[in-house]
């Protein structure tokens, strides 16, 4: 509810009819819960620039740990002040309570008038829904005459706590300046960050760009001193109009490298909307991992890190499912032979031996030809089809049987594989497919080329 | 012998030229190819050209001669590359002898990209042979990759399907490689040197090794009477 809401007493509970009879012009939308949630989320993220631990709270709240980050904005009241003066240039309206524990500063900002909590007995007036117990136990407490948290401070706590349950006694403890248990920021707040906020936004790409080498160059600086590479980075670029632009990299080795790193965020740079301007630039290393100091007289160092900068700047580019490195998979059949991963992942270890004379070049999918064999489970004397052509020499064939105790292949056949030269010289990888007597006929296929 | 001589050429060359030449043994590609080729086997760092029905095997040749150095084998083909001729398989590169270890493979979107990863890949230190399946290249694009190998060291080949064109190329040597019929397993290639920068054009007959990729001169054909076996005669031999 906005002010504008609350001048004509419009509010949750209202009947349709009520709400047009006291505002005719009001335009009516229905709730789109997942739609606000994630809003929330996203606006929460906006919040990093206060605290780096921000959480959804509720479905209209949000909570900051603003432990040890008061001081940046000149102290407690200087953060509300500047926490409000951001949402009111967003547009939006907010009341920010700040207090010891998460309980009190959210009775404080949602049953009371907001800013800074004065002390635990100023919660006393606040009725028992403050405590955010289950309705069942607050209508009890209702019944009773206990209607403000002042009333059950009154009562002796053990006697409470026999009578309404752990939870409530458990809450009063917290009001007393018990420990609440932690609660689980949105994002992970990192031990390096750098960040960089100006006065006047910034809206040109060259001007993003000077700053993320900036950005680069402290992170890396960081990361030195604590004998740290970067695997994950996570550039945030916070607009002014309140979106957060997140660009996350990774490395295909640890990397403190300032112009590399920034090397791999300048081709995200590229194509991104900077809107009406960015005003504040956070640049994370979200994975790190111990990378001790290196001698570049190395040359085995040298050249791997000169092929995980090389993979690096190709996967940032192309992406990372483009840059593929193959590994060795335990099959029998071809097609399942390799699998290709993103280079930047350590491939898993595997074995290549054992392998008979393959082709050099497996084709996708396999090319469906027309097969003319001497005898039906002879080798081709001509292929005809997209590939075409007498066969000049053939050997085989080699059985490749179905891997029958996977699903997908429940239903194939048994394959015969020739290798083929043909006349104009060109050698393929053939197969057939099924055996002659069965409902079927057998399908000629071409899988691969020997040249 | 050949190697220091070559070294002390190319020192020279280093001398003459630019400051920040590299000086490197050429690929050496055996007694049947290497005289064809100033300084005794392909340049390198260099750019050269393969063209023709067979150039993949004559392409995995060199790159078996060149791998001597240690670094990364880029293959960077475009998406309509891998659906025509299908990827470089890691079975077969083992079988001959090849680490697929070593393979880094790049599938581009499209040609352009293709182009973009193949001189980012040269420009690399980590990259010791670097092959491009790309149907066109302009003087341009090729002088570009030239200069992207002078600066990280490797070699270039830029393997071109599709017909042979009479398009210049800044690529220090220019093949067009057919495949012969054969009598036995081991392939049998024609290749043709149609332009290589300070020698002549020259044709030769190679039969490439079929477990070590080696190129050896091919012996000149038998009398056509002793014609390719059939199929079933091979089955047989073959069992």
């Known amino acids: 509810m906005n002010a504008a809401a609350e001048a004509l007493r419009l509010g949750p509970g209202l009947l349709l009819t009520d709400a047009r009879a006291a505002c005719p012009t009001l335009l009516i939308r229905p709730a789109e819960p997942e739609a606000d949630a994630r809003a929330l989320e996203s606006?929460?993220?906006?919040?990093?620039?206060?605290?780096?631990?921000?959480?959804?709270?509720?479905?209209?709240?949000?909570?900051?740990?603003?432990?040890?980050?008061?001081?940046?904005?000149?102290?407690?009241?200087?953060?509300?002040?500047?926490?409000?003066?951001?949402?009111?240039?967003?547009?939006?309206?907010?009341?920010?309570?700040?207090?010891?524990?998460?309980?009190?500063?959210?009775?404080?900002?949602?049953?009371?008038?907001?800013?800074?909590?004065?002390?635990?007995?100023?919660?006393?007036?606040?009725?028992?829904?403050?405590l955010e117990l289950d309705g069942e136990t607050s209508a009890s407490l209702r019944r009773l005459g206990l209607r403000t948290i002042g009333?059950?401070?009154?009562?002796?706590?053990?006697?409470?706590?026999?009578?309404?349950?752990?939870?409530?006694?458990?809450?009063?403890?917290?009001?007393?300046?018990?420990?609440?248990?932690?609660?689980?920021?949105?994002?992970?707040?990192?031990?390096?960050?750098?960040?960089?906020?100006?006065?006047?936004?910034?809206?040109?790409?060259?001007?993003?760009?000077?700053?993320?080498?900036?950005?680069?160059?402290?992170?890396?600086?960081?990361?030195?001193?604590?004998?740290?590479?970067?695997?994950?980075?996570?550039?945030?670029?916070?607009?002014?109009?309140?979106?957060?632009?997140?660009?996350?990299?990774?490395?295909?080795?640890?990397?403190?490298?300032?112009?590399?790193?920034?090397?791999?965020?300048?081709?995200?740079?590229?194509?991104?909307?900077?809107?009406?301007?960015?005003?504040?630039?956070?640049?994370?290393?979200?994975?790190?991992?111990?990378?001790?100091?290196?001698?570049?007289?190395?040359?085995?160092?040298?050249?791997?890190?000169?092929?995980?900068?090389?993979?690096?700047?190709?996967?940032?580019?192309?992406?990372?499912?483009?840059?593929?490195?193959?590994?060795?998979?335990?099959?029998?059949?071809?097609?399942?032979?390799?699998?290709?991963?993103?280079?930047?992942?350590?491939?898993?270890?595997?074995?290549?031996?054992?392998?008979?004379?393959?082709?050099?070049?497996?084709?996708?999918?396999?090319?469906?030809?027309?097969?003319?064999?001497?005898?039906?489970?002879?080798?081709?004397?001509?292929?005809?089809?997209?590939?075409?052509?007498?066969?000049?020499?053939?050997?085989?064939?080699?059985?490749?049987?179905?891997?029958?105790?996977?699903?997908?292949?429940?239903?194939?056949?048994?394959?015969?594989?020739?290798?083929?030269?043909?006349?104009?010289?060109?050698?393929?990888?053939?197969?057939?497919?099924?055996l002659w007597g069965e409902p079927d006929p057998p399908v000629w296929r071409v899988l691969g080329s020997f040249s | 012998m050949h190697d220091r001589l070559a070294v002390l050429r190319a020192r020279i060359r280093a001398l003459e030229g630019r400051p920040g030449d590299r000086v490197l043994p050429p690929v050496r590609l055996g007694p049947a190819v290497d005289p064809l080729l100033p300084g005794d086997g392909l340049c390198r760092p260099a750019l050269h050209e393969l063209a023709g029905p067979a150039a993949t095997l004559f392409a995995l040749a060199i790159a078996k001669a060149a791998l001597d150095r240690p670094g990364l084998f880029v293959w960077c083909l475009d998406e309509a590359g891998a659906h025509a001729r299908g990827l470089p398989w890691p079975p077969g590169l083992a079988a001959r002898g090849l680490d697929p270890s070593r393979l880094l493979l790049v599938r581009a979107p499209d040609a352009r990209a293709t182009a973009w990863a193949m001189e980012e890949a040269l420009s690399s230190p980590a990259a010791a042979v670097v092959v491009g399946e790309l149907a066109r290249a302009d003087l341009g694009l090729g002088r570009r990759l030239q200069l992207a190998s002078e600066r990280g060291g490797g070699l270039g080949l830029l393997l071109r399907p599709g017909p042979r064109d009479g398009e210049p190329s800044a690529a220090r040597s220019r093949w067009w490689v057919t495949p012969l019929p054969s009598t036995d397993r081991s392939s049998r290639l024609r290749l043709e040197l149609w332009r290589v920068k300070g020698g002549a054009e020259a044709v030769v007959e190679v039969v490439v090794d079929e477990r070590t990729l080696a190129l050896a001169a091919a012996p000149p054909l038998a009398d056509p009477a002793a014609r390719p076996p059939r199929p079933a005669d091979r089955l047989a031999a073959a069992g």
């Open chain 1, 43 to 130: 606006l929460a993220l906006w919040c990093t620039r206060w605290s780096p631990k921000v959480a959804v709270d509720g479905p209209d709240g949000l909570v900051l740990d603003v432990l040890g980050c008061a001081h940046l904005w000149g102290g407690e009241e200087g953060l509300l002040a500047a926490v409000a003066e951001a949402f009111a240039k967003l547009g939006l309206e907010q009341r920010a309570a700040l207090g010891d524990r998460r309980l009190a500063a959210r009775a404080w900002a949602r049953f009371g008038p907001g800013g800074i909590l004065p002390d635990r007995r100023a919660l006393d007036p606040f009725p028992v829904e403050a």
């Open chain 1, 151 to 434: 009333d059950l401070r009154r009562l002796p706590r053990a006697a409470l706590a026999r009578r309404f349950g752990l939870a409530l006694a458990l809450r009063l403890a917290v009001l007393d300046g018990a420990e609440e248990p932690p609660f689980v920021p949105l994002v992970e707040p990192t031990r390096f960050s750098a960040r960089i906020a100006w006065a006047e936004p910034i809206a040109t790409h060259a001007g993003i760009e000077a700053v993320c080498s900036r950005l680069a160059r402290d992170l890396c600086r960081m990361l030195e001193r604590a004998g740290q590479g970067a695997r994950r980075l996570v550039l945030g670029l916070h607009r002014v109009d309140g979106v957060v632009a997140r660009l996350e990299i990774r490395t295909a080795r640890p990397s403190r490298d300032p112009a590399h790193l920034f090397r791999l965020f300048r081709h995200r740079l590229d194509g991104l909307e900077l809107g009406f301007g960015v005003e504040l630039a956070i640049l994370e290393a979200v994975e790190t991992v111990e990378l001790p100091a290196e001698q570049p007289e190395l040359t085995v160092a040298v050249d791997a890190r000169a092929a995980a900068v090389l993979i690096d700047r190709l996967s940032a580019r192309l992406g990372a499912e483009r840059v593929l490195r193959p590994e060795p998979v335990a099959s029998h059949v071809p097609e399942r032979r390799v699998r290709w991963c993103p280079a930047g992942v350590e491939p898993r270890a595997g074995s290549w031996a054992g392998s008979p004379l393959r082709p050099l070049r497996l084709l996708e999918r396999p090319l469906p030809v027309r097969a003319l064999a001497l005898v039906p489970d002879g080798p081709p004397l001509k292929l005809d089809g997209p590939i075409a052509g007498r066969v000049i020499a053939a050997s085989g064939p080699e059985r490749i049987l179905p891997e029958w105790w996977r699903a997908m292949d429940a239903a194939a056949r048994p394959r015969d594989f020739f290798r083929v030269r043909l006349e104009d010289g060109r050698e393929l990888w053939c197969a057939r497919e099924g």
